[in-house]
């Protein structure tokens, strides 16, 4: 599992935009919007010199691994899988990050960020097709359905989050059931329906250097 250690809304003030990587707080009391998207550091508000094409390319990267809270070597294996694929080699990256277990489950709104995800499924609250998992990485294809376990839906981090879901409206290729404490992939995700913050063209770049 990736771990992010230290003060995680640095993160957002060095890509310059919020990564919602704290759930409910980046709605509430986000550091990111005190301090106007300043870059961290003693020199945030010194003037920047203009970044080169490889600079796009590593701050696109960085972005898309921290959205999704994956690893160096775990990302790059996303790409080289994507590259091997049929089809557009960014669009198959981002449905493979989309359809990790973690990034449904948040998606779903059973946990406020993907980081809460994460800890959720490594401590086996959610069920894949009636078989308990704890691999957030697990990949999950169109049929497939996830769901809380028994023992775990009066759990207060699970009635938090469905609270916010208003606020992040699920995609249309999962299906909930609010009552059930379910949801199912429906189909494969498509482009504007994946994350917009995210330009794989220049992560496809940044990689075929």
Request: glycine share 8%; proline share 4%; charged share 30%.
């Amino acid at each position: 599992m990736a771990n992010q250690h230290g003060p995680v809304c640095r993160l957002c003030r060095r890509e310059g935009a919020k990564l919602y990587l704290k759930g409910e707080k980046c709605i509430t009391n986000c550091v990111f919007d005190k301090r106007n998207g300043v870059i961290p550091g003693q020199h945030g508000l010194a003037r920047r010199r203009k970044v080169s094409d490889y600079g796009l390319q590593l701050r696109a990267k960085q972005r898309a691994r921290r959205i999704y809270g994956v690893l160096e070597t775990q990302f790059r294996h996303y790409f080289e899988k994507a590259e091997r694929a049929q089809g557009i080699t960014g669009t198959v990256m981002l449905q493979q990050l989309e359809r990790r277990m973690d990034n449904i489950v948040y998606r779903l709104g059973f946990a406020a960020s993907r980081r809460e995800a994460r800890v959720l499924i490594t401590h086996r609250h959610f069920a894949v097709n009636g078989r308990t998992c704890n691999v957030p990485s697990a990949q999950l294809r169109p049929g497939d359905t996830i769901a809380v376990r028994e023992r775990s839906r009066k759990m207060g981090p699970l009635e938090n989050a469905l609270t916010l879901v208003a606020q992040r409206p699920i995609p249309d290729w999962l299906a909930q059931d609010t009552k059930a404490l379910s949801g199912t992939v429906v189909r494969f995700p498509e482009r504007p329906e994946m994350e917009q913050l995210i330009e794989e063209q220049l992560i496809v770049e940044y990689y075929s250097r």
